[in-house]
């Protein structure tokens, strides 16, 4: 077999295993906007609390955020991205989701956990800091998932990742500076996932914009 015949058959093996990589089609439209504005909305309010805008300190408003918008809508983002074929999405939102569930409900009352610690308000907050550095690494290997993808995902995947550990750090110290400079960048892992919501929500064809993601150009393996 010539070298020019060994070369196109390379290609036609290569297209084909990118066929079938593709994602199957599908009716089910795309979920990643709502993720995203869950996702940004629920985080928005949290940090707004952790840096005391307002002077509010304590952050039980946001429980109903939680449950609902970045819990309940954000986990449907996720199980309609897996019929899509989209496993990082489908991955991100479902973890996110229950990231959220699972917070709002350390601070419902009827679940017990907050009480359960009585006046040991010192071992509530380093389980709080082993429960924040555990999403902190679940967003740490999504971070790892990301850098082919787009720099708008790897930028929220990192920023986030720096509020988990600054968020960690200060439920562990008790160092009111440094839950607020989590708070900090925790408004600004919002902003970016707003645009990122945004950028999927303005279709092309659809819309009269639309919002550069900062796609990183894959090249092909021969």
Not at 85 to 102: D, E, I, K, P, Q
Not at 120 to 138: P, R, S
Not at 149 to 157: P, Y
Request: proline share 3%; aromatic share 14%; glycine share 10%.
């Amino acid at each position: 077999m010539s070298d020019i015949e060994k070369a196109n058959s390379s290609h036609q093996i290569y297209d084909r295993q990118s066929k079938s990589n593709a994602p199957p089609s599908t009716r089910i439209a795309n979920p990643a906007a709502l993720g995203l504005f869950s996702f940004a909305s629920t985080t928005f309010i949290l940090s707004l609390y952790n840096v005391n805008a307002r002077g509010v300190i304590l952050p039980n408003v946001v429980v109903g955020m939680a449950c609902f918008c970045g819990g309940l809508a954000q986990l449907l983002a996720g199980m309609w991205e897996f019929p899509r074929g989209n496993v990082f999405g489908a991955t991100a939102f479902t973890s996110y989701g229950a990231f959220w569930m699972s917070y709002a409900t350390i601070y419902i009352p009827s679940s017990g956990i907050i009480a359960a610690y009585g006046e040991n308000l010192d071992e509530l907050n380093q389980a709080v800091g082993i429960y924040l550095i555990t999403w902190f690494m679940v967003t740490f290997l999504l971070l790892l998932g990301a850098l082919r993808r787009n720099i708008s995902f790897i930028a929220l995947l990192f920023f986030l990742c720096i509020t988990f550990v600054l968020l960690a750090a200060g439920a562990w110290t008790g160092t009111a500076n440094l839950s607020k400079a989590g708070g900090g960048f925790g408004l600004l892992t919002a902003m970016i996932a707003y645009y990122c919501g945004l950028s999927e929500l303005l279709v092309k064809g659809e819309s009269w914009f639309g919002l550069p993601m900062g796609t990183i150009k894959q090249e092909r393996l021969d």
